[in-house]
Nanobody, 122 residues
Framework: QVQLVESGGGLVQAGGSLRLSCAAS????????MGWFRQAPGKEREFVAA????????RYTDSVKGRFTISRDSAKNTMYLQLNSLKPEDTADYYC???????????????WGQGTQVTVSS
């Protein structure tokens, strides 16, 4: 079983920055992709960014391109999401996820964290 724990959320003003972390532990041999998703109040969970663990190849949803950066530290089994130029519309619970390489293309991940809250004020 894989365990994922997010941290780094908080309250910031529009235009500010946050750095989210996702620490992974347990059985990890069955997956090689990780991603970030978010869910705003009253809305469905949406894809934000993904990374291939070995190569570092990344992809982003259009609304965050140029503002958010996904990365990973293989030695620490930790994934990060740097959020810059934050907007009120970015307010949501942010979740990290892990899965096989195919998850990178399909957004179908096997393991999920419990989430960390990001609130952006006007």
């Amino acid at each position: 079983q894989v365990q994922l724990v997010e941290s780094g959320g908080g309250l910031v003003q529009a235009g500010g920055s946050l750095r989210l972390s996702c620490a992974a532990s347990g059985r990890t041999f069955s997956w090689s992709a990780m991603g970030w998703f978010r869910q705003a109040p009253g809305k469905e969970r949406e894809f934000v960014a993904a990374i291939k663990w070995n190569s570092g190849t990344t992809r982003y949803t259009d609304s965050v391109k140029g503002r958010f950066t996904i990365s990973r530290d293989s030695a620490k089994n930790t994934m990060y999401l740097q959020l810059n130029s934050l907007k009120p519309e970015d307010t949501a619970d942010y979740y990290c996820a892990a899965g096989p390489l195919g998850s990178y293309y399909t957004n179908a991940y096997d393991y999920w964290g419990q989430g960390t809250q990001v609130t952006v004020s006007s």
